[in-house]
C-alpha cells in the first residue's frame, strides 16, 4: 500500500520553529517530486513548496520565502520541510504529496497524499 505519513506538527510560538517530515511507505520517493500544501480553517489549500527528483529544483510560494525550506533525503525515504520565523498565519493542516512532474507538483496536481500534520502558531 502507497502512503505518505507526516509528522513533526505541533504547538509552536511565533517567531518558533518546527521541522515536518514526510516518509514514505510502499514505494520510493526517488523518482518523484516531492511539494507540501497546507489548509488553514475556512480557507482553500494552498501550495507551499515542491522540490524536483533530483533536489536540483525548488518552487516556494512567497508567504513562506525566506521562512521555509523544503529538502529531501531519498535515502531515507523521506522529504523535509523546515519552517522558521513562524507567524499565526501559518497556522493550517500540512500535507505532502508526490507526483512525476515538477510542473504538475506546481499546480497542486498530485497523485499521491498524506493525511497531513496539524501546525498551530499562538502565544
Do not use: H
Not at 504547538?11 to 488553514?40: E, H, K, M, N
Amino acid at each position: 500500500q502507497l502512503q505518505l505519513v507526516e509528522s513533526g506538527g505541533g504547538l509552536v510560538q511565533p517567531g518558533g520553529s518546527l521541522r515536518l517530515s514526510c516518509a514514505a511507505s510502499g514505494f520510493t520517493l526517488d523518482g518523484y517530486d516531492i511539494g507540501w500544501f497546507r489548509q488553514a480553517p475556512g480557507k482553500e489549500r494552498e501550495g507551499v513548496s515542491c522540490i524536483s527528483n533530483g533536489g536540483r529544483r525548488t518552487n516556494n510560494a512567497d508567504s513562506v520565502k525566506g521562512r521555509f525550506t523544503i529538502s529531501r533525503d531519498n535515502a531515507k525515504n523521506t522529504a523535509y520541510l523546515q519552517m522558521n520565523s513562524l507567524k499565526p498565519e501559518d497556522t493550517a493542516v500540512y500535507y505532502c504529496a508526490a507526483v512525476l512532474d515538477f510542473r504538475l507538483c506546481v499546480r497542486g496536481a498530485m497523485d499521491y497524499w498524506g493525511k497531513g500534520t496539524l501546525v498551530t502558531v499562538s502565544s
